[in-house]
């Protein structure tokens, strides 16, 4: 299975929005409603902050928001701040029961 | 409150075998709705699934690891273990377990335990 396509970096000004795409095939993000996003700053576990596509955990900010249309899910974080300032990863569910990540993303508040 | 600790050595000698525990606390790993996985990162880099366990047993591995990788359970003690084979220093990483919910991809994570592969 190949990896998902991230772009490597994004970057935006506090109070802006920015997406962040994530690109697959029908036998991942395509074929399921199973794509999840994840935060992670350095030296730090990665933290979920999307699943299923566009659920929020509890304690997750409504700033942040996913969606998907067709093999590519995006994630956008709206009203940008200081502290969004992280690696972003997407992962999806595939047809032969694994998982599969994104390279990662990430972003940068200018 | 569920709780996942990874544990096992930090060093092992190339062409070894990495071995691995994660105890569950807080939740049973018996119910039929759950299944139990590992991830890993190397230093630097991104996030590479590893496989997963389900109630029964029944295991799933990436394709690019599957040929040494093994992954088991001991739902009685609340433990799963990642068993991977002829480790090189690409091997190490981070290693990540988490705890699955079928029908989502709803997750949680264990704090992640380092793994070096040096002689």
């Known amino acids: 299975q190949s990896a998902l396509t991230q772009p490597a970096s994004v970057s935006g000004s506090p109070g802006q929005s920015i997406t962040i795409s994530c690109t697959g095939t029908?036998?991942?993000?395509?074929?399921?409603?199973?794509v999840s996003w994840y935060q992670q700053y350095p030296g730090k576990a990665p933290k979920l902050m999307i699943y299923d596509v566009t659920n929020r955990p509890s304690g997750v900010s409504t700033r942040f928001s996913g969606s998907k249309s067709g093999n590519t899910a995006s994630l956008t974080i709206s009203g940008l701040q200081a502290e969004d300032e992280a690696h972003y990863y997407c992962?999806?569910?595939?047809?032969?029961?694994?998982?599969?990540f994104g390279g990662g993303t990430h972003l940068t508040v200018l | 409150q569920l709780l996942l600790q990874e544990s096992g050595p930090g060093l092992v000698k190339p062409s070894g075998t990495l071995s691995l525990t994660c105890t569950v606390s807080g939740d049973s790993m018996s119910s039929r709705a759950y299944y139990w996985g590992w991830i890993r990162q190397p230093p630097g880099k991104g996030l590479e699934w590893i496989g997963s366990i389900n109630y029964s047993g029944r295991t799933s591995y990436n394709p690019s690891l599957k040929s040494r990788v093994t992954i088991s359970a001991d739902t009685s003690k609340n433990k799963f273990s990642l068993n991977l084979d002829s480790v090189t220093a690409a091997d190490t990483a981070l290693y990540y377990c988490?705890?699955?919910?079928?029908?989502?991809?709803?997750?949680?994570w264990g704090r992640g335990t380092l793994v070096a592969v040096s002689s």
């Open positions: 992962s999806s569910y595939t047809t032969t029961n694994t998982r599969v």
């Open positions: 988490a705890k699955y919910i079928q029908n989502t991809m709803r997750d949680y």
């Open positions: 029908s036998s991942d993000i395509g074929g399921f409603n199973y």
